[in-house]
């Protein structure tokens, strides 16, 4: 099993920025893409940014191209997202997902492991 702890999330004025982290572990020699996905109220669950364990390779839906970076510390078993420029679009719960599958994986059926959650709000 893996855990995941997510943290960073808190309220931002519009324009602002935040860094969201997730630490894993447990038996993290299974873990490969890791992602962080977004549902806002009476919305489904989305795909927002992901990684590649091999060669870090990044990947992004298209309303936060430009604005959110994601990142990966493989020693520290440990995924980030920075969110610059945030709008009240942004706002949601924001998840950190692990697969363990290699690959561009955006649906949320594609991961195993799910953290708790960390609240965004983005006032305008």
């Known amino acids: 099993q893996v855990q995941l702890v997510e943290s960073g999330g808190g309220l931002v004025q519009a324009g602002g920025s935040l860094r969201l982290s997730c630490a894993a572990s447990?038996?993290?020699?299974?873990?490969?893409?890791m992602s962080w996905f977004r549902q806002a109220p009476g919305k489904e669950r989305e795909f927002v940014a992901g990684?590649?364990?091999?060669?870090?390779?990044?990947y992004y839906t298209d309303s936060v191209k430009g604005r959110f970076t994601i990142s990966r510390d493989n020693g520290k078993n440990t995924v980030y997202l920075q969110m610059n420029s945030l709008k009240p679009e942004d706002t949601a719960v924001y998840y950190c997902?692990?697969?363990?599958?290699?690959?561009?994986?955006?649906?949320?059926?594609?991961?195993?492991?799910w953290g708790q959650g960390t609240q965004v709000t983005v006032s305008s």
């Open positions: 990684i590649t364990a091999s060669n870090g390779y990044t």
């Open positions: 997902a692990v697969s363990r599958t290699a690959g561009k994986l955006t649906r949320a059926g594609q991961y195993n492991y």
């Open positions: 447990g038996q993290t020699f299974s873990l490969n893409t």
